[in-house]
């Protein structure tokens, strides 16, 4: 999240789709009703009328899988009626960029598709630059090719008429909602959207997403206090999760995953590290080598050298063209490709789409390991109807895990808060925390591969790995230091801004991101998290200073919040374009005296209105604005209405294209899709309950939990 819950109690209007957050965020909810206490107007778009819809000031009912059409709707009358905050989007947007000439939309289809790959080529989602390779801009935002003009003319078939049509929406009632929150496209005003799983379980979950992005930034709703797009988690570190890498094709600090034919790390580099032609955009990925060949020290340290490229070639490759998702994991499992697999507080015999095909692939495994609390029915598939386990070949290990009051460590909230947690209790009998069953298990593997060698046995051999202490534990503190970043060699860095020269010893934790090198002079595990450590040894994820200068819920002292302590990233679009805050009465930041007070800035540069040293907001872009045309989504670069893959239509209202072109089909016997049938025109949901936790794995032992919600059920409306 841009912002924090906390952040919620500022805006003026709250809109809740994908989520019932009153039911399964109930902490959330609470600094929603804040916002309704002093005046908020809460808006519940959603299938169902839920206990949240009951707190909101009104419950629109929509269509399951039509939230794109109903956002694409607001985006059109947003513009239509001039309702977008024109000095940001103007400033603080890529509205003014002119699209190629060879790019085209067409009956539900972006230029470049490949319909046999499903795939798009997307060398013509590109923009026009001048001679000197800066982005062609038309500030006047009348050019028929410029980004904005082009999305105008892309959501103007999002009628009010067609939208009703798709959704089930009355036409008050999308009227009454794009009023009420366009209403926030103004300098004093903020508005928020709060969405969970019921957006990003579809075939076009990240477009979902995406299309609220358009829209808060045409309305100016990014970087502010009261705005920003908020994620509502049902774990407690989700957000920790992902910013160590538990997705396939991101590292830690949401470095990209090479691939095989990124053979070379000057290759790999050359594809990764963004370049910007504009002096006025930070391009802040620029510094990418820093973080990446830091990240290399971390795993192999002395080991890796500019002669073998820190390591590189040691860091395993995905294959090109192939995907490592979970779906894209168990369809080869099931194909019997995969023979050994690690479920870690996992029960993905229950979570995982086409849990029979799962419970059916984990039979083709020749082992194995669950590490979690209790047993759960992925470890135990072999008991499941229609197994025998006489005939079952799958050898089957369940390691005890410390529960998360029983180990010490950090855990990251949505608002990207670090914070410092300790040990209440011993963990019963043999349990271990996670983390150091993985430790001990490769411990012993490298041991294994130094006596005997092995595939990539240079990877295992020489990767660093002392992280236990003398008593055979894992090492919190040495783990959070090696994330937070170590100097490995005397170092001076010069600042040339400030004209100034600074020395760093030898195993001195870095202060900073800032301070990452990619000479091999630093190691860090994760850029983003950098500065949560200090020199001094302070833990900065242990802070629990409860001062709130602004008053707007920052806490600035509170935890460690990536990256450097940023309460609100892309805080100066806040600011016009000389600094000034756009709304006084919710200052979180304001350049004076020649400095940016308040909240911890994106960067030091002056505001943009300094053509010399001045710099956009939106620094970790390319081109430093906030994006409406978005080329690197995989589906298109505006998101488009696409029925759902299994549904009651056989066609799509808006186009010729039923479903998200780009998704994925699993094509093995037990992937079979339910067609559009006029006998059957209704639509299965799945939805959480607040007494019980994801699959329930841990909840359905809590025998207050399990009497207060016994068993499933199903409503039928």
């Not at 924090?4 to 805006?11: E, I, P, R, S, V």
């Not at 989504?633 to 696409?642: D, I, K, L, Q």
Request: proline share 6%; aromatic share 12%; with cysteine.
């Amino acid at each position: 999240m841009t912002n924090h819950y906390c952040d919620l109690k500022n805006a003026d209007v709250i809109l809740i789709m994908g989520s019932n957050a009153a039911e399964h965020h109930p902490i959330a909810f609470k600094w929603i009703l804040r916002a309704k206490e002093k005046g908020a107007t809460i808006i519940h778009v959603d299938p169902r009328y839920t206990r949240t819809s009951a707190r909101c000031d009104f419950h629109v009912p929509l269509r399951s899988g039509t939230d794109i059409a109903f956002l694409g709707g607001m985006i059109s009358y947003i513009i239509e009626n001039k309702k977008y905050f024109k000095d940001y989007v103007l400033n603080y947007t890529n509205a003014s960029f002119i699209v190629g000439e060879d790019y085209f939309f067409k009956d539900g289809l972006f230029s470049g598709y490949d319909a046999k790959k499903r795939k798009y080529d997307k060398a013509t989602w590109v923009l026009e630059k001048d001679g000197k390779g800066i982005p062609k801009r038309d500030m006047s935002l009348t050019n028929p090719r410029s980004v904005f003009q082009m999305m105008r003319k892309h959501y103007s078939r999002y009628t009010l008429d067609k939208v009703s049509s798709i959704t089930g929406v009355s036409k008050e009632n999308l009227l009454k909602v794009y009023e009420i929150y366009a209403s926030t496209g103004v300098p004093d005003k903020a508005g928020t959207e709060c969405y969970a799983l019921g957006w990003t379980h579809h075939t076009t979950g990240s477009q979902n997403i995406r299309t609220m992005s358009i829209i808060q930034l045409l309305l100016g709703n990014m970087g502010i206090a009261g705005g920003g797009i908020n994620a509502l988690r049902g774990e407690p570190n989700v957000q920790g999760s992902t910013d160590h890498a538990i997705l396939y094709n991101v590292l830690p600090g949401y470095l990209k995953t090479p691939s095989a034919s990124l053979n070379t790390l000057e290759a790999y580099l050359h594809k990764c590290t963004p370049e910007s032609k504009d002096p006025q955009s930070a391009n802040y990925y620029q510094n990418y080598p820093k973080f990446f060949v830091s990240f290399l020290k971390s795993y192999w340290e002395e080991k890796a050298t500019k002669e073998n490229e820190f390591g590189y070639s040691w860091l395993p490759k995905m294959e090109d063209g192939k995907h490592y998702s979970t779906m894209h994991l168990f369809d080869r499992m099931y194909a019997d490709k995969i023979k050994g697999f690690f479920a870690i507080g996992a029960d993905p015999a229950v979570s995982t789409p086409n849990s029979n095909k799962v419970r059916k692939a984990l039979q083709n495994l020749d082992w194995l390991v669950g590490e979690n609390i209790f047993n759960n029915e992925t470890y135990e598939f072999w008991r499941g109807p229609g197994v025998d386990p006489t005939k079952n070949k799958t050898e089957c290990f369940l390691l005890p895990a410390a529960a998360t009051m029983e180990k010490e460590g950090s855990q990251s909230n949505s608002g990207r808060w670090v914070q410092w947690k300790y040990k209440a209790a011993e963990a019963p009998g043999d349990a271990l925390p996670v983390g150091e069953i993985e430790i001990k298990i490769m411990a012993a593997v490298k041991k294994l591969y130094e006596k005997e060698g092995g595939p990539n046995a240079e990877a295992i051999v020489n990767l660093k790995w002392d992280y236990l202490d003398s008593k055979g534990h894992m090492d919190v503190m040495k783990v959070a230091k090696r994330i937070n970043g170590v100097f490995l060699e005397d170092t001076v860095i010069e600042d040339k801004a400030k004209k100034t020269k600074t020395e760093f010893k030898k195993g001195q934790l870095v202060p900073g991101f800032g301070n990452l090198q990619a000479d091999g002079k630093t190691a860090c595990g994760n850029w983003c998290i950098s500065g949560s450590y200090t020199a001094d040894g302070l833990n900065k994820m242990a802070s629990r200073g409860k001062e709130d200068p602004t008053g707007l819920g920052l806490f600035p002292n509170w935890s460690y919040a990536w990256p450097v302590n940023r309460r609100i990233m892309y805080n100066r679009a806040s600011c016009d374009v000389n600094g000034k805050p756009y709304n006084p009465k919710r200052n979180i930041l304001e350049w004076k005296d020649d400095k940016w007070v308040g909240d911890v800035p994106d960067g030091p540069w002056p505001p943009q209105a300094d053509k010399e040293k001045g710099k956009y907001p939106f620094i970790m872009k390319q081109d430093g604005l906030g994006a409406l045309f978005g080329p690197g989504m995989a589906e298109g670069p505006f998101p488009e209405h696409y029925e759902p893959l299994e549904g009651p239509l056989s066609k799509n209202p808006l186009s010729g294209q039923l479903m998200n072109p780009a998704a994925e089909i699993f094509k093995s016997d037990m992937d079979k899709v339910a067609n559009a049938s006029e006998k059957f025109p209704y639509v299965c949901t799945t939805y959480s309950c607040t007494e019980h936790w994801c699959t329930g794995a841990l909840t359905r032992w809590q025998a207050w939990l399990l009497e207060m919600q016994p068993e499933l059920y199903v409503e039928i409306g």
